[in-house]
């Protein structure tokens, strides 16, 4: 019973740390795909002299991602209706040319304001039209919900490593006969504690595995009935092979780094 509840407490805020980790890889995600969706949704107009070419706009500014064309018949129709057929070609020529773009990330008003100011020191760029408000306020939102997230799972990592290097001491404790007998006989600080590092690894990989069948569930049986829209439509966003493989990597880094302070310590005490 003593050496099960040995385990939990080491493992428990172990997997804490895991599950933060994996919040953080899922929230990552999540915000890329919402970010790429918001940088997509998001286009500046520029009204243009003469006709431009992607790579002139790219020489201003490395942002540009793309651009196309707005047709002038539909602006022609729009504002000459009831002229003569003459007079709408002579509109159309009058009439500059009209490009939306799209940028290759997501910016702040700020970037944006630097990319006008980039793209109207062209003498073929009569003005371009940015779109303000709404951007900004859903931009400075998304920056703040990711501080906050980061600085969240930051708090608990560290409170949790604290916990996993306590239960550390402890299994050093009980391991504190064994250990000086192997010193008194001459063996290298490494083969002493590798009952430590053995035992750490294990729980290591048990949290890692653990935490992975709480997202695989959260992927195929939570996702559908939870109403949250933007989960429901990127499912796969949830759980990937690959966090299992970065969490396993982390977690044993974490336990030998723990064990290691504990060992090293107690050498400079003896």
Do not use: C
């Not at 992607?54 to 707005?70: C, W, Y």
């Not at 996993?164 to 008194?184: A, D």
């Not at 890692?208 to 992927?219: G, R, T």
């Not at 429901?232 to 044993?252: P, Y």
């Amino acid at each position: 019973m003593k050496f099960i509840k040995n385990h939990i407490t080491f493992i428990f805020p172990l997997m804490a740390i895991l599950i933060g980790l994996e919040f953080y890889f899922v929230f990552e995600r999540t915000t890329k795909n919402y970010e790429d969706g918001l940088k997509n949704n998001y286009s500046m107009l520029i009204i243009a002299h003469d006709k431009v070419e992607i790579k002139e706009l790219q020489a201003l500014n490395k942002h540009i991602s793309t651009i196309e064309e707005v047709k002038k018949d539909s602006i022609v129709d729009e504002i000459s209706k009831g002229l003569k057929d003459s007079s709408k070609k002579s509109l159309s020529k009058l009439l500059p040319h009209f490009y939306n773009t799209k940028l290759d990330t997501y910016l702040s008003m700020e970037d944006i304001g630097t990319i006008k100011a980039d793209l109207e020191k062209s003498r073929k760029i009569k003005s371009v039209e940015t779109f303000d408000n709404s951007h900004d306020s859903t931009y400075k939102l998304f920056i703040f919900l990711k501080f906050i997230f980061k600085i969240f799972i930051l708090f608990i990592g560290i409170v949790s490593f604290f916990l996993i290097v306590k239960q550390m001491e402890v299994w050093s404790l009980t391991h504190h006969n064994r250990m000086s007998i192997m010193e008194i006989f001459g063996a290298p600080l490494f083969l002493r504690s590798a009952v430590m590092y053995r035992i750490a690894i294990i729980d290591a990989i048990i949290s890692s595995i653990l935490i992975s069948l709480v997202f695989v569930y959260l992927k195929y049986n939570w996702v559908d009935s939870s109403g949250i829209e933007i989960l429901m439509n990127n499912r796969e966003l949830i759980f990937q092979f690959s966090d299992l493989v970065k969490m396993l990597g982390i977690s044993i880094v974490i336990v030998i780094t723990s064990v290691y302070l504990v060992v090293s310590n107690l050498k400079d005490e003896s």
